[in-house]
């Protein structure tokens, strides 16, 4: 092949490739880790992106397209990049697996990317540091320092990162600093311990005691997790009621074995409330005279509450409760409450 033709081959061929983003239909990176209006993707490699750039992000529900928030990005590094919500167009947050929908780079994009010696997107990502100038920084005004004069340090104490450990945590806030961010869609399971406040007529018979137990909560949907919780509760009689049946030659235990399932809805970041019901089982065992009587009855019952999740490492989290129960025997009802402390592991 005549060399002057195989160059023109050649020049065709880069230049198709150069302009194959005209071409392309939008592109979708999937949302990998969430936390209140903030968003993780991994760094597109074929699109660059730059700090303040305005996307859509979109779900889709049985087929059909739903475009849930304007977003812009507001910190890019090596590997992965925020994104924040600057206007919701649903009631919905953003969720894990949602797509942010990016135009492709026109051939001029392409060409100005190409003449950029130090990358836009943030300070120094070549050299691996994980600093970057803040989302309202303008990069693009500053003058680039000449091989003989040293650069300023960078302040990177004031300025919010993205660190990740792997693909599925971010571990730090693009507004309020390091946090930890879990992925909630992991059933949590762990102990929990709690104190029994008897209230109403129950104060009549029953005085503050402990209660130890286990909880699993996983995610419905959104922002609402299902909660399966079992506590014990060695009751303490109330002391008036106690030295009464002293009196009498009678000794009396009583337990307490709660049963609950609720629903626990989240707002505001990391708070909650929660509404269900269960088995409230309460056994009652009572020594007279060396005999021994032993009862134990299932009344149906309620709760609700609301608490507050602290996350303490990527895959766990310490949970702050108060919960209100009410339960019903023999055509009445009692209440008391209980405020819990639990830890969970996520699976």
């Not at 693909?167 to 399971?189: C, E, K, S, Y």
């Not at 104060?203 to 503050?208: A, G, L, Q, R, S």
């Not at 509760?233 to 000794?251: D, I, K, S």
């Not at 149906?300 to 999740?309: D, E, S, V």
């Amino acid at each position: 092949m005549p060399k002057h033709i195989a160059g023109i081959f050649l020049i065709s061929v880069i230049i198709g490739f150069a302009c194959r983003g005209d071409v392309q239909a939008q592109q979708r990176y999937e949302i990998i880790a969430v936390k209140g209006k903030v968003g993780i993707i991994r760094t597109p490699v074929d699109r660059p992106l730059q700090v303040g750039e305005t996307f859509t992000v979109v779900r889709y529900q049985n087929g059909t397209r739903i475009e849930v928030a304007q977003v812009k990005v507001a910190l890019v590094e090596k590997k992965f990049t925020g994104i924040k919500v600057i206007k919701p167009l649903q009631e919905a947050w953003l969720s894990k697996g949602d797509l942010l929908e990016v135009e492709p780079l026109t051939v001029d994009d392409r060409l100005e990317n190409l003449d950029d010696e130090e990358p836009q997107r943030i300070g120094e990502i070549t050299a691996g540091k994980s600093g970057a100038p803040l989302p309202s920084e303008d990069v693009a005004t500053k003058p680039k320092a000449s091989a003989t004069e040293s650069r300023e340090p960078d302040s990177r104490a004031d300025h919010p990162s993205v660190k990740v450990k792997d693909t599925r945590w971010a571990n730090r806030d693009l507004m309020m600093g390091p946090i930890h961010v879990v992925q909630q869609n992991r059933p949590f399971v762990g102990p929990l311990v709690a104190l029994f406040m008897p209230v109403n007529a129950l104060v009549n018979e029953m005085d503050i005691s402990g209660q130890a137990g286990v909880q699993v909560t996983t995610l419905l949907r959104n922002q609402t997790h299902l909660r399966f919780g079992l506590q014990y509760a060695p009751l303490r009689l109330n002391p008036a009621l106690q030295n009464r049946l002293q009196q009498l030659g009678l000794t009396q235990t009583s337990y307490f074995l709660l049963m609950t399932v609720s629903l626990q809805q989240y707002f505001a970041r990391n708070l909650f409330w929660s509404v269900g019901g269960g088995i409230y089982r309460l056994t009652d065992i009572q020594i007279l005279d060396g005999s021994r009587l032993q009862v134990s009855k299932n009344y149906l019952g309620i709760h609700a509450g609301a608490g507050i999740n602290l996350f303490s490492t990527s895959s766990s989290k310490w949970s702050l409760a108060t919960t209100g129960h009410m339960y019903f025997p023999n055509n009445t009802y009692r209440m008391f409450l209980s405020f819990l402390l639990s830890w969970a592991y996520a699976l």
